[in-house]
């Protein structure tokens, strides 16, 4: 949810964190993330997403400009027209090394939808189907950076 700085500073209806079940599920990710139920003291129970060892004052950022970019789509009538907007989420950074996400449903991996799965092809293969395939793509970076280490240890 969000919520505005009150100049009377008081917070009383203010949904907060009653509690946490006390189970989690992996969701797969380099750093383990972890998909949790925080239950509010509305009795509400919502998905979070909570991420160690990664940096999330970024993603915080990011989310906050998405938030003016749908500003200004709506000021535009043809944008208004064809409902274009971009899907946010909250996120808080707890420390410089990890964070609580909103969990969002039914969505799909950036990954997946530009490279594909093992079910369906990505955008990239249907647009430049003669273009670089995300391995080789990995390959080259590999490559370079072996390179590069090499150079930098000489």
Request: proline fraction near 4%; charge should be positive.
């Amino acid at each position: 949810m969000s919520l505005s700085v009150r100049p009377s500073g008081n917070y009383d209806d203010v949904i907060g964190v009653r509690s946490y079940q006390d189970s989690c599920e992996f969701v797969g990710g380099v750093n383990m993330p972890k998909k949790i139920i925080c239950v509010g003291t509305n009795g509400v129970q919502r998905r979070q997403l909570v991420k160690g060892k990664d940096d999330l004052r970024q993603d915080a950022v990011m989310q906050q400009v998405f938030t003016v970019m749908n500003t200004l789509l709506c000021t535009c009538k043809e944008t208004q027209r064809r409902h274009l907007r971009i899907r946010t989420y909250k996120v808080v950074p707890l420390t410089q090394r990890s964070g609580v996400l909103e969990w969002c449903d039914n969505t799909v991996p950036i990954t997946i939808t530009l490279v594909g799965s093992s079910v369906k092809p990505g955008m990239h293969k249907k647009y430049y189907p003669r273009g670089l395939t995300a391995e080789a793509a990995r390959d080259k970076m590999k490559n370079v950076a072996q390179e590069s280490n090499e150079v930098n240890d000489s």
